[in-house]
């Protein structure tokens, strides 16, 4: 089983950047469909954006302009850049692989923007 590890969280200010990456112990070329989510304290978790083997990218409205989901297979690692961050993007984000076989999230790392 693949296991990712996400990084790059913390405490940022409003309009401020943060860049997220998801490291893979396998190959994410192997996976058709790779994704970022989110989930707020309360709220259900959200799909922010993904990206397909092919490099199609969508992005949720509220984010996009700002987000930036990318990858780099050489290194087996997904980003996810976020810029002009605001206190409604404040969450705990999730990387997420999956494959015709394989479906596996990541641990989740901690996003807070401050007023």
């Known amino acids: 089983q693949v296991q990712l590890w996400e990084s790059g969280g913390g405490l940022v200010q409003t309009g401020g950047s943060l860049r997220l990456s998801c490291a893979a112990s396998?190959?994410?070329?192997?996976?058709?469909?790779m994704a970022w989510y989110r989930q707020a304290l309360g709220k259900e978790r959200e799909v922010v954006a993904y990206?397909?083997?092919?490099?199609?990218?969508n992005y949720i409205d509220s984010v996009k302009g700002r987000f930036t989901i990318s990858r780099d297979d050489t290194v087996n690692t997904m980003y996810l850049q976020m810029n002009n961050l605001n206190p409604e993007d404040t969450a705990t984000y999730y990387c997420?692989?999956?494959?015709?076989?394989?479906?596996?999230w990541g641990q989740g790392t901690q996003v807070t923007v401050s007023p």
């Open positions: 997420r692989l999956q494959s015709a076989v394989i479906d596996t």
């Open positions: 990206l397909t083997s092919d490099n199609f990218a």
């Open positions: 396998g190959r994410i070329a192997d996976f058709s469909i």
